[in-house]
């Protein structure tokens, strides 16, 4: 009877081994595919990133151009510029030349 109750025990204990080994490699194929999941996802986050970096830059140039066009519109040149050509102005005794098309 001692014999059975050992035998029993050992197979009960194989029986255990075996349990424990498969939900070991269950949860290992688990974060294995979680893992390369993740991985897939920062490198799509990391493109998102730079194209976002790229457009930052852009709009950094963008104002400045802005920037710019707004102290060149403050200048007597541009004064000039926009009534000369929107209103027709000209200085006095400024002469015009025009094509006859």
């Not at 993740?38 to 990391?46: C, Q, T, V």
């Amino acid at each position: 009877m001692a014999r059975k109750a050992a035998f029993r025990k050992r197979r009960q204990n194989r029986l255990a081994m075996m349990l424990v080994t498969t939900v070991v490699l269950m949860m290992l194929i688990v974060v294995a595919v979680k893992s390369v999941e993740l991985r897939n996802k920062k490198e799509s986050y990391d493109v998102k990133v730079a194209q976002l970096q790229q457009e930052i830059a852009a709009e950094k140039e963008r104002a400045e151009e802005i920037e710019e066009y707004g102290k060149y519109t403050q200048t007597k040149k541009y004064v000039e510029e926009v009534a000369k050509e929107k209103l027709g102005l000209v200085y006095e005794g400024e002469i015009i030349f025009k094509d006859e098309n």
